[in-house]
Each structure stands twice: as C-alpha cells, then as structure tokens.
C-alpha cells in the first residue's frame, strides 16, 4: 500500500478542510485588528455599531470555520482508515499461505485496528493542525519582522534554541511509539495464543501462569506507553520556556530601546501581542509533529503489513476435463517448507485418473498432507510440476483451480454462523435440492432436522455446537455441495463412528464414480475399498497398488495394516 497514494486520494476533502482551516486562523488574526478599531471608536466616541456588527460577523465566520474544518479533516481521516483498512483486508485474504504464516494473529488485529487509527490522526488531524498553525507561525514573523527584525532575531534565537529541543523530543517519541505499539501488539497476540485454546489452558491448569506472562507483556506496554507520554509532556514545557525567555529579552531589551525613542512604544505592544500570538500555534505545531512521528511509526507498521506477499490473480483458465487424460498427475515433484528445511517431499511422480477412490497412506509426518497443499497450490514445489486435467497447475487462474478442487481438511474448520451459511460457503447460490443431496450424501439429513432451527441453526466460534464428526461431516457436505472434479478428503472420516463411516465409505465410492477422491486414509477399511494406494514414507512415494497387491508386496505397508493403518497424529501445519 502506497499511503500518499492514500492521501492523494483524498486530497479533496482534506484539501477544503485545510483550506477552511486557514481562513478560520485568518479570521482569528483579524480578530485584534477589530477590537483595536472598536476600542479607537469608543475613545473618540463614534458610533460603535459598525465595529461591533464586524466584530460579531467574524465570530460568527470563525465559529462556522472551525465547525466545518473539523468535520470535514475527521470525515477525511475516516474515509483514509477505512481506505487502509480496505486493503489490508483484501491483502491479508489473498496472503500466500507461507507468508501469512510468518505473522501472528493478535499483531494483524493491532496493525488493522490501533495503527490505522494512529495513522489516520497522523495523516488527517495532526498534517492540517500542522499547515493551519505553520501559517500562523509564518504570519506573526511576518509581521514581527516588518515591526522590528532585531528584535525578531532575538525571539528567533530563544524559540529556536526551544525549538530545536522539541525536534529532539518529537525524535524521541518517535521511537518511544514504535516500541510501544510493538509491546502492544505483542500482549495482543499472546492473549490471542490463549484465547483459542482456552480449553487446554484450563485443563493444563495454566491460567495463573499465562496470566502471569501476559501481564508482563501488558506491563511492558504500559511502560512503553508512559515513556511515550513522558516525551510527548516535555514537548509543551520546552516552548513554553522558550517562550518565557524570548518574552523577558523583548521586554528589557525593548523597554530600553524605547527609552531611547529608538523604537515607538505603539511597535513594542503589537510586537509583544504577536510574540503572544505566536506561541499557542508553535506549540501546536510541535505537538502536530510529534503526533505525526508517532504516526510515522503505526504507518510503516500498516505499511508493512500491506506488503505481505499475495497469491498472483492471473492465468490461464481450468482446462476442460478430458476423457482418458489424467485427473492429477505429479510429476518429480520435490518441495521443502523452508530453505534449509529437509524436504517433506522428494521426487514424488504418479497419475490419477479422472474417477476412482485413491487412498494415501504412510507414517506420521511422511508428506501426506503436503500433497494436498501442492494440488490446492496453497504451497508451489521446488522442483517438478503437477498437473490438472493435463494442464500445469501453476499457469492456471487459482480461483479456477480451486474450484475445481474440494478440500475437507482435517480439523474441519467451520466459521461462525449458521449450518446453512457453513454449507454453501463454497456455493453461496446452491439450490434446495443440491443441499439436500450433499446433506443426505453425509448422512446429515437427520442432524439437521433435529437442530432447533435446522438449517438455519447458528453455530458458535469454530463450528460449536455440532459434535467432532457431525462438523467433519458438514464440511464433507460442502465440498461435495461445489460438485468438484478433485475432492480431497484430509483424514476425513477421522472423528465418525463406525456405523458413519459405513454409511460414508459408501457414499464416498459413489462420489468416486463421478470425480477423483483423494483421501488420506487412517483406517484399514478405506484402503482396503479404494481403487488404488499410495504408500509414502520419507517424503517418497514407495510403493503404489491395491491392497492386496500391497500387502503381498510392501513392507511399510504392511507393517502400517498390521497397525490399522492409523498414524500417530503430528505433522505440523
Ligand atoms: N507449515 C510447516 N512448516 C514447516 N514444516 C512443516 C509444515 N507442515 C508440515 N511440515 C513438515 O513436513 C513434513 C510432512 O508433513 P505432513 O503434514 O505433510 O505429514 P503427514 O503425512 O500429513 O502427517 P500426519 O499424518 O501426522 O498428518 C513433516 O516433517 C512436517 O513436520
């Protein structure tokens, strides 16, 4: 994201907002002006009308200024966050999956929420507070050095060494802010760590010690925080000396000169008026600056956060499935997660055709899951290639891949909502009837008409309120509702008992007859029904057949049969 680009977009209202803003300083300098004439109309006893209808016309003007440049610099400051906010979603949502993985949650919820806030006052408030007050500034020096420049100098000399101390400060605050918004973000991810297996911290009994950790990580943002204002608290004081200093030079110095008749008393007052004028918009100034040093600091952290690396849009469309042509092939296909990770697959190569039950099977760890990530291409592999329907995987458009693709993974995640939004995520426009034959292809039907509001039942956090296998089975449900011509089924029938997983084998060998099934099969009794096997250990693809061709004539294979096939559970994600 290019945040002056952000602006520029903006520039319109921020534009009239400033501008606003200028004439209502304008109308405040005026201000003496009228009052000046006013008291001169008294003292020679003319009519005070005039002065005194100007007078109210200009409060009136300031006061309707003020009001509108508010409004429009914090509607501008709205519209930039919403701006960023905008594309920091659609960024984080087309993330590649190995880049999103180096993030941590509770630091993208602080970067979307806190920092686009702090860059928005940044941006908006804190830039027009900085032209409507350097304005003044530029004004009153103006004026002062038509008035007299020597004793302008003398001013310039005290505010500058003042100045130059709140340069330092708005550094200072600078940095203080970056470290805050970094111990901000850190108590939020930790808090995130635990909120989402807050079932496991209780029955590990750990509540007293994450409280204990996160409450460090509070305390250090709280710290982070209080030097942030202790720098941000100097920055008034220090003009505020400089003012003082400056104040007591012009008035002995000026007083002398005066004596002298080197310098009209009537100059003196005014240049003294405006050295008053001068300060209130300098401080401002300052603080303007120190709000944008420390928007600096949430901006290049939403900046960063907007450069994740996203998955490419282009490419060619799905082909077309052809008769007799593979359905999924691998092709020496090698892929490791890092680069000096050991790979999860080396030299992997076989074809699948278009229908059929595939079972996938190996130890813990062996690469299975990997597969599956290559074919959704949620990870591309270093070396080989692996095609769809005889086309390269990587040219393809990823939305037509994935939709030619259903996943069941093997948690089975469900999203908040109800059962019917879960069951055509894929599909938002399926048909009654589809539904019903993807519910009854689950063997759901009667889950869900027991369900107080059936389809439309809401679901809480991750799919609670249906059991591990009804939620595995909802998923399965929704694949199937998209019609795929690859349906890959993680461990799927993991969490089902047995009289389910009867009822779902079968119904899996009839999806069979229409698409190719890819499962990842733990139980002896899938593989012992699929139409072929493959057996992976190591990252390689060792032996590939039926199950009884197997057991004749791998070991591994055997040996996993031996074990029923299931794996200790334990590849990472
Ligand atoms: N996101 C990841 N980052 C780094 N390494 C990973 C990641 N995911 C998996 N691995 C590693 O890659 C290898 C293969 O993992 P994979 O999940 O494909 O195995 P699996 O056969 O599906 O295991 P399981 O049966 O336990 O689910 C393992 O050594 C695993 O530790």
Same mark, same amino acid.
Request: glycine share 10%; aromatic share 4%; net charge negative.
């Given at each position: ?33 009228? /009052? ?36 429009? #610099? ?16 659609? $960024?984080?949502?087309?993330?590649? =999956? ?11 919820? !602080? ?20 032209? *409507? ?11 002062? &050095? ?27 605050? +600078? ?41 460090? %990580?509070?305390?250090?943002? $709280? ?6 204002? $202790? ?19 012009? /008035? ?10 080197? %310098? ?24 303007? &600056? ?17 450069? =994740? ?30 680069? *000096? ?13 278009? !229908?059929?039950?595939?079972? =996938? ?13 290559? #074919? ?8 080989? !290639? ?6 390269? =995987?990587?040219?393809? +458009? ?17 999203? $908040? ?27 759901? *039907? ?27 089975? %909802? ?35 009839? #999806?069979? !007859? ?35 061709? &197997? ?23």
């Amino acid at each position: 994201m290019n945040l002056s680009a952000v602006v520029r977009r903006h520039r319109t209202l921020l534009g009239a907002g400033i501008l606003l803003g200028l004439l209502g300083t304008a109308a405040t300098l005026l201000q003496p002006l009228l /009052i000046g004439d006013l008291i001169e109309a008294v003292a020679v006893d003319e009519s005070t009308t005039r002065p005194i209808l100007f007078l109210a016309g200009l409060f009136v003007a300031d006061a309707l200024l003020a009001a509108t440049h508010f409004y429009l #610099i914090g509607r501008a400051g709205e519209n930039m966050v919403f701006d960023m906010r905008a594309t920091l979603t659609g $960024r984080l949502l087309h993330a590649r =999956i190995r880049a999103f993985h180096r993030l941590e949650h509770g630091d993208i919820f !602080t970067r979307t929420l806190g920092d686009t806030s702090l860059a928005r006052v940044a941006l908006s408030s804190s830039v027009s507070q900085m032209i *409507t007050s350097g304005f003044t500034v530029i004004g009153c020096v103006g004026v002062m &050095l038509w008035l007299d420049w020597r004793m302008l100098l003398a001013t310039a000399g005290c505010l500058g060494a003042a100045s130059a101390i709140g340069l330092a400060l708005a550094r200072a605050v +600078r940095a203080a802010a970056v470290t805050n918004r970094q111990h901000t973000s850190d108590y939020g991810s930790a808090l995130l760590r635990v909120l989402g297996a807050l079932t496991t911290v209780k029955a590990s009994r750990a509540e007293e010690r994450e409280a204990e950790r996160i409450g460090e %990580l509070a305390d250090a943002a $709280r710290l982070s925080g209080i030097r942030v204002t $202790r720098l941000s608290a100097l920055l008034m004081p220090a003009m505020n000396v400089g003012t003082q200093v400056s104040l007591a030079v012009v /008035i002995a110095w000026g007083m002398s000169r005066t004596a002298t008749g080197a %310098l009209p008393i009537e100059d003196l007052t005014a240049f003294i008026m405006y050295l008053f004028y001068l300060v209130s918009p300098l401080v401002m100034l300052f603080m303007a &600056l120190g709000e944008i040093q420390q928007g600096r600091a949430a901006i290049d952290r939403v900046k960063d956060l907007a450069h =994740i690396e996203t998955e490419p849009t282009e490419g060619a469309p799905a082909p077309v499935p052809v008769v007799g042509a593979f359905a999924v092939e691998f092709e020496g296909v090698t892929f490791s997660y890092g680069d *000096t990770a050991t790979p999860a697959l080396t030299g992997v190569s076989f074809s699948l055709p278009p !229908t059929g039950v595939t079972a =996938i099977v190996g130890p813990s760890g062996s690469g299975k899951t990997t597969l599956f990530q290559l #074919i959704e291409r949620f990870r591309t592999p270093d070396e080989g !290639t692996v095609r769809l329907s005889g086309a390269d =995987i990587s040219a393809i +458009r990823l939305d037509e891949l994935r939709s030619r693709i259903g996943l069941v993974e093997q948690d089975a995640p469900l999203l $908040r909502g109800t059962v019917r939004e879960n069951l055509t995520y894929a599909c938002p426009d399926a048909t009654a009837a589809d539904i019903d034959e993807a519910l009854a292809a689950a063997h759901l *039907t009667d889950v869900v008409s027991a369900l107080p509001d059936g389809l439309d039942t809401s679901l809480g956090e991750g799919g609670t309120g249906l059991s591990g296998g009804q939620r595995q089975r %909802l998923a399965i449900a929704r694949a199937l509702l998209a019609r795929p011509d690859v349906l890959l089924l993680d461990e799927a029938t993991a969490h089902l008992d047995s009289d389910s997983e009867t009822a779902l084998r079968s119904a899996i060998a009839d #999806i069979g !007859t229409r698409c190719l099934v890819l499962t990842i099969a733990h139980r002896l009794s899938t593989t012992i029904g699929a139409d072929r096997i493959l057996v992976i250990e190591d990252g390689r693809l060792r032996a590939s057949g039926t199950h009884a061709e &197997l057991m004749e004539s791998d070991t591994t294979y055997r040996r996993l049969a031996g074990g029923q096939l299931t794996p200790a559970r334990g590849g990472a994600r």
